[in-house]
């Protein structure tokens, strides 16, 4: 670092070549992952840094940095919050990079796709370039340089959790596994579950996602409805504790049991009371069971928070199989009328063939 140099705030020197960063300043969580002897010959490593204000950003001001030397490879995130987005055919996808997380600013070479990147600042950062000149410096240690790839790795992962996040069919599971996703990494604990600590517009999360912002706002205004998801009164997202154990489950087939309880019940209600039907509003939780609990047939006990009424199960299962028998009578049934109009309707034919034999203008149809 040069004699002349100028420390200014965030860990940054001003010199005559412009900013600069102690490597070990910029990521203090290297120190985790290297030996004490290692470290030492790290505490004066610089490398040349850029300071980021809110808005679009062009990687490829990164060369124009007076003391980087040939292309750019990487940006290491010291603070602030990046968003590397890539676009193609009108459509858009990102990914977060937050503290000592890399970005890539490397050309590609030969693109066949029409792809544009570029990398949104969503909360002013402080990145170090790291270039040619800090990847020679980086082989001669190679703690440092395991260090570096193990990051590498990590974000591979986490792109291929992302992947998978988007494949998931429905919206509403999609926000709510992405919230986890993020709150690994930049969530707290609090008394009622944990806060994600982002501020994500709906347009950003779905361009996370691959869904639109307005399916995003419908997805996430269900999850707060559930319960699975609220907002804060600081504008954080805050998950409820066991939210992510429904991620891809099928909580349709609760409404459907519901449904089919009441079904059952039904003869038994009161002529007063109206039955809840399929077609009508969807029906609430606890309101099948009240209907069952009416009508004799389920007869409800508190249980401890997590525990397993095996009555109930029983129960269920025994109207479960109710209802499977009643479907199949009245398939069997559906059969037999279906196999006497194919009996009927074969008769007919055979008799107006012989009325047409008989040159006879009516046929000699029973019951037509």
Same mark, same amino acid.
């Given at each position: ?10 860990? =940054? ?33 610089? +490398? ?8 679009? $950003? ?15 490879? $990487? ?26 997380? =890399?970005?890539? +600013? ?22 170090? +370039? ?49 919230? $986890? ?26 361009? =996370? ?59 038994? =209600? ?99």
């Amino acid at each position: 670092m040069s004699a002349h140099s100028k420390r200014l705030d965030g860990g =940054l020197h001003e010199s005559d070549g412009g900013l600069r960063v102690r490597l070990l300043e910029l990521a203090p969580s290297i120190r985790a992952g290297l030996h004490p002897d290692e470290l030492a010959g790290l505490r004066a490593m610089t +490398v040349p840094a850029l300071r980021l204000e809110r808005g679009s $950003w062009d990687p490829a001001q990164a060369a124009l940095h007076p003391d980087v030397e040939g292309a750019p490879l $990487w940006l290491l995130v010291g603070s602030g919050l990046l968003l590397q987005v890539t676009s193609l055919g009108g459509r858009a996808a990102s990914a977060i990079a937050g503290p000592g997380d =890399l970005v890539s +600013v490397a050309d590609e070479r030969n693109p066949q796709l029409p792809l544009s990147r570029g990398v949104l600042v969503a909360e002013s950062a402080i990145v170090g +370039v790291l270039d040619a000149s800090f990847v020679v410096e980086a082989c001669d240690r190679p703690a440092l340089m395991r260090e570096i790839m193990r990051r590498v790795s990590d974000q591979l992962r986490r792109a291929g959790v992302g992947r998978a996040i988007s494949q998931l069919p429905r919206t509403e599971d999609r926000v709510l596994a992405l919230a $986890w996703h993020l709150a690994e990494r930049f969530g707290h604990a609090t008394t009622r579950g944990v806060a994600l600590g982002l501020r994500l517009t709906h347009e950003t999360m779905g361009t =996370l996602i691959g869904a639109e912002r307005s399916t995003v706002t419908l997805a996430i205004a269900k999850l707060e409805r559930e319960g699975l998801m609220r907002r804060g009164t600081d504008g954080l997202i805050e998950l409820s504790r066991d939210s992510a154990r429904g991620i891809g489950a099928d909580r349709d087939h609760v409404a459907r049991e519901q449904i089919e309880i009441v079904r059952l019940v039904a003869p038994r =209600l009161s002529s007063a009371e109206q039955t809840p039907t399929e077609e009508q509003t969807p029906i609430q939780p606890a309101h099948a069971f009240a209907a069952a609990h009416a009508g004799g047939l389920v007869r409800r006990k508190r249980v401890a928070p997590g525990a397993i009424d095996v009555e109930e199960m029983r129960e269920r299962m025994r109207l479960a199989h109710l209802g499977a028998t009643d479907a199949v009578r009245r398939a069997r049934r559906i059969c037999e009328r279906s196999a006497r109009a194919a009996s009927e309707g074969g008769r007919l034919v055979l008799e107006l063939r012989a009325a047409a034999e008989r040159g006879d203008a009516q046929p000699r149809a029973r019951g037509v």
